[in-house]
């Protein structure tokens, strides 16, 4: 069973601030990771994915593989009241994509 | 951008009836899934639509409960059969393209059963 594994939070953080986001996966053939926001009441929508170990950033955001470690993380730089939002790790290693839970980011303006 | 049509966008059912949720995209595309998101928890992969064959299934879901059809590659169905209120969720569709990273989903179908 793939397991993909986050801090569900709430996550804290005071108006930009950098926040950081965790997760491990458990599949050592993952290839592909995922990070998705949601807002309450709306779907997921794709903000950032990486393939290859080391950072990959994208505006404020940036997202960190290891995977020797089975680790991907996302860090949110100069944090907005709009990026308060549950975000989702997700993790593939073929055609399906494996969710975490989730972690909810609370920015405080 | 692609768009993705799903509907309805929400429906109270009465127990032990069905709800056939739609998912209509505007370009073609190779593989589409049907997700479910259970109150305040993650999103769980039900099954794969795939174009002229049967649906494939994830541990713990049944064609018989969650029969799929998906007729062309631009349209799928998902219904939840014989409906109980452990069966109220959010059920997402969604669709992967072959030059886009990830998946990107519709906006989903709010079902309550009552």
């Known amino acids: 069973q793939k397991e993909v594994e986050q801090n569900s939070g709430p996550l804290s953080v005071p108006e930009g601030a950098i926040a950081s986001l965790n997760c491990t996966y458990s599949d050592r053939g993952s290839q592909s990771f995922f990070w998705y926001r949601q807002y309450s009441g709306k779907s997921p929508e794709l903000i950032m994915f990486i393939y290859s170990n080391g950072d990959k950033e994208d505006g404020r955001f940036t997202a960190q593989l290891n995977k020797a470690s089975q680790y991907v993380s996302l860090l949110i730089r100069d944090s907005q009241p709009s990026d308060s939002a549950t975000y989702l790790c997700?993790?593939?290693?073929?055609?399906?994509?494996?969710f975490g839970a989730g972690t909810i980011l609370r920015v405080k303006s | 951008s692609a768009v993705i049509s799903q509907k309805p966008s929400r429906d109270i059912c009465q127990r032990g009836t069905s709800l056939t949720i739609q998912c209509q995209v505007d370009s073609q595309v190779t593989m589409m899934f049907w997700y479910r998101q259970q109150p305040g928890q993650s999103l769980t992969l039900i099954a794969t639509?795939?174009?002229?064959?049967?649906?494939?299934?994830e541990s713990g879901f049944v064609i018989d409960k969650f029969p799929i059809s998906r007729p062309n590659l631009t349209f799928s169905t998902l219904t939840v059969s014989n409906m109980s209120p452990e069966d109220s969720s959010i059920y997402l569709c969604s669709v992967a393209w072959t030059d886009t990273p990830g998946y990107t989903f519709g906006s989903g179908t709010r079902l309550t059963v009552v």
């Open positions: 639509a795939n174009q002229g064959s049967e649906a494939t299934y």
């Open positions: 997700a993790v593939s290693g073929g055609n399906k994509l494996v």
